[in-house]
């Protein structure tokens, strides 16, 4: 039988990803190169990093290999299969800005090095159209991917692209035209050129904008550790108006954390593994828009056969696209990486194999049952798959559900889940009851670590809000919350713009 061994080239994520990421054959060809009556299409999980392969076999003849990493964009290669033999197939992501932000990169938080190569010359072979080639002196490309401003100005450039066939025809170009009599356009140029296409044209909100897309923004972070409040119920309220119950409450930690940054990017690394942490551990970004409290997965079970620590990473965007700013967070897991990757993308339905493959190779029961446990993992899991409804995960999984809530109090997404799943499979008032009391439980423990967590809770206290008074006090409580809520990752960060109670 011949067969390929597929591989997804990623390097600096200290470990390969075993199941990192979905991929399809395509048989567009047979070994004559005729189109086949049959072809042979398949779907399956690849790994990421410098040394796992997978190795699929199939039918000699030609065939299209598709990627779809977690950002939604997809790479392919073509490749022949030669009877009796094994071809490999070893595609590229497209590299990372910087070693340290590889994770980012594979889960589409941050671009890769090739789409900011392609939009940065794409900018410039615009400029030059619309400069006529008149030897107009321009950015160079280093300059470009170096600005905090790179992608709105090669956002709105690509707009304008599109919005009309010839590019000196578009408002933008207009506005470059005035400045290429001078002999030379400047990347500041460009960035005041942008803010015009903005509502807001006075000269001072032009300056503005030019000054904050040519300058990085400043944040820093700390650790915090709160105990469980006397009052969750008050909690919930004071959280919605403030960060202060987290922010300036409970212990300030003194952990050894990394930074690493950039003109782009801020990336502080906190080892995840630590067994003396309890599940209390927060992170505060403060920064001139305001305040962003994120909700750690601390810690994160580490496997003996992990070649290295699990770390999870904290990331603030400096770019001047991201306004108001964003942080987001990460967990290098090896195991659980691909799975955490299409969580935040917001694709959990393309990672649904990946889903399979950690289910059916005992991962998520091992998360629970081994001696060094990582029920977050198992929260994750669960939370994957309530959003494609996968009932054969489910049967699968279904003894350990209720462990996941009663065995860990400390974590409300056991709850979470548990009455969720309940509340989808009830055929009677007294399953509903059930689910009823989980949701109430959930809510007793505090902020869920899963942004979907903090969804699915107070979709389920709204549910049985209008026939039980202090379901619908606690319901009322949350609602706030909520709206300060990134929905776009996978774990739980609430942002308090400056002027609003941050």
């Known amino acids: 039988m011949s067969a390929m061994s597929v591989k997804v080239h990623k390097a600096n994520l200290g470990e390969d990803i075993k199941y990192a990421l979905v991929a399809r054959a395509i048989q567009y060809g047979t070994e004559s190169g005729a189109q086949p009556e049959e072809p042979f299409i398949q779907e399956f999980v690849v790994p990421a990093g410098t040394n796992e392969v997978k190795r699929i076999e199939c039918p000699a003849g030609h065939y299209r290999i598709e990627v779809l990493l977690p950002s939604g964009d997809v790479v392919n290669q073509d490749v022949v299969v030669s009877p009796g033999e094994e071809a490999n197939v070893d595609l590229n992501t497209g590299g990372s ?86 002999g030379k356009v400047t990347w500041n140029d460009l960035t005041k050129a942008v803010g015009t296409l903005s509502e807001d044209t006075t000269e001072g909100a032009l300056l503005q904008y030019a000054d904050r897309a ?121 195991e659980m990486g691909g799975l955490l990757s299409y969580m935040t993308a917001g694709s959990v339905a393309a990672g649904r194999l990946i889903l399979h493959e950690l289910v059916n190779n005992g991962m998520i029961e091992s998360a629970l049952l081994s001696k060094q446990t990582n029920p977050l993992a198992a929260c994750a899991a669960g939370y994957c798959a309530i959003a494609i409804s996968d009932e054969a995960i489910f049967e699968k999984w279904k003894p350990w559900i209720q462990n996941l809530m009663t065995r860990f109090p400390g974590i409300p997404d056991g709850a979470v889940i548990f009455a969720k799943r309940m509340l989808q499979t009830a055929d009677d008032e007294k399953q509903l009851h059930i689910a009823k009391r989980a949701f109430m439980t959930a809510f007793r423990r505090g902020l869920p670590f899963f942004a979907a967590g903090v969804q699915h809770l107070q979709d389920g206290l709204f549910t049985f809000s209008g026939e039980d008074p202090e379901v619908e006090r606690m319901y009322r409580s949350i609602l706030k919350v909520t709206t300060r809520l990134d929905p776009g990752q996978p774990f739980t960060v609430l942002r308090y713009p400056k002027g609003k109670s941050a």
Do not use: C, M
Not at 276 to 305: C, D, M, Q, T, Y
């Open 97 to 182: 800005p910087q070693n340290w932000l590889s994770w980012q990169t594979l889960a589409g938080i941050v671009p890769s090095k090739a789409s900011l190569q392609s939009a940065a010359t794409a900018t410039v072979d615009w400029v030059k159209r619309v400069a006529e080639d008149k030897g107009v002196e321009l950015p160079s490309l280093e300059q470009i991917k170096s600005s905090p401003a790179f992608e709105a100005v090669t956002n709105a450039v690509v707009g304008q692209i599109l919005e009309v066939s010839d590019p000196r025809a578009s408002r933008l170009a207009g506005l470059v035209k005035d400045v290429v009599g001078a």
């Open 214 to 334: 040519e300058t990085s923004l400043v944040a820093d972070l700390h650790l915090r550790e709160v105990g469980r409040p006397a009052d969750l119920e008050e909690f919930w309220k004071r959280l919605g108006r403030s960060s202060a119950p987290i922010a300036r409450e409970g212990r300030l930690l003194r952990t050894n954390y990394a930074l690493s940054e950039d003109s782009s990017f801020y990336h502080w690394r906190v080892d995840a593994t630590r067994r003396s942490a309890h599940f209390n551990r927060w992170a505060v970004v403060r920064h001139e828009f305001g305040i962003e409290i994120a909700r750690l997965p601390f810690p994160w079970g580490a496997p003996k056969r992990h070649a290295k620590p699990i770390s999870i990473e904290v990331l603030v965007d400096r770019r001047a696209t991201y306004r108001p700013v964003r942080t987001t967070v990460t967990v290098a897991d090896a």
